[in-house]
């Protein structure tokens, strides 16, 4: 069935550093692959999102990229801030059936 | 605000009593979900809802669960005789669209529930 293998965590960096954080699925056909993000005392909302083979996604900084082939989505972010401390959610979501997945989440922590 | 809401944001109960909690999507979404969230987890998924059609129960925890979306609005999560395994937070969730694509969900602040 469908699932999806996302990084462990914690995950603690210094401000400014590169972030990947790993998420890889498995799923019939070809699904829309999104990240969430959940920041200290909120909600879970969007980050990002791709819908087709190779698309990019982006939004505050944060890319991922739609690899078909290896089946992955990982999110990327060149220079992190202390204000991106969150927990990381990847979600793909499936085209045909009606049940969802999310990853275990990945916590960051960015220290000054 | 026009985001999800959910009633209550924390309910204390002892075990063996029912609980109820409501979520009130955003209006005009045809699409609401369940999911249960414990600490260090992912939401994990119980039930889906494509107006008042209960599209996907199967992974709802136990026969002690149900939900309803009577009107197509707002949308009620049971649980009969409440365990301490119970206890976690119960996300909702809502997103727009009526078939194919299935767009971004949109997610309420949750209910946590402790189960004494």
């Known amino acids: 069935g469908d699932s999806v293998t996302q990084m462990e965590g914690p995950v603690t960096l210094s401000e400014e550093a590169f972030l990947t954080i790993n998420c890889t699925y498995t799923a019939t056909g070809y699904p829309s692959l999104f990240w969430y993000v959940q920041y200290p005392g909120e909600g879970l909302q969007l980050l990002l999102k791709a819908t087709k083979a190779d698309d990019k996604g982006s939004n505050k900084g944060f890319e991922a990229t739609y690899r078909k082939e290896t089946t992955s989505f990982h999110l990327e972010k060149g220079s992190v801030q202390v204000s991106d401390s969150a927990v990381y959610f990847c979600?793909?979501?499936?085209?045909?059936?009606?049940?969802?997945?999310f990853g275990t989440g990945t916590s960051l922590t960015v220290i000054p | 605000d026009t985001g999800v809401s959910q009633n209550p944001r924390h309910k204390i109960t002892k075990r063996g009593q029912n609980v109820t909690f409501r979520c009130d999507p955003i209006?005009?979404?045809?699409?609401l979900y369940w999911y249960r969230q414990t600490l260090g987890q992912g939401p994990e998924f119980l039930t889906y809802?494509?107006?008042?059609?209960?599209?996907?129960k199967s992974r709802l925890l136990s026969d002690r669960f149900s939900a309803e979306r009577p009107k197509g609005s707002f949308s009620t999560l049971e649980i009969q005789r409440t365990e301490q395994g119970d206890s976690a937070m119960y996300l909702c969730a809502s997103s727009p669209g009526t078939s194919g694509f299935y767009n971004e969900q949109f997610f309420g602040p949750g209910t946590r529930l402790t189960v004494l």
């Open positions: 809802f494509q107006n008042e059609a209960q599209l996907e």
């Open positions: 979600a793909p979501n499936p085209l045909t059936g009606n049940q969802f997945y």
């Open positions: 209006s005009e979404h045809n699409r």
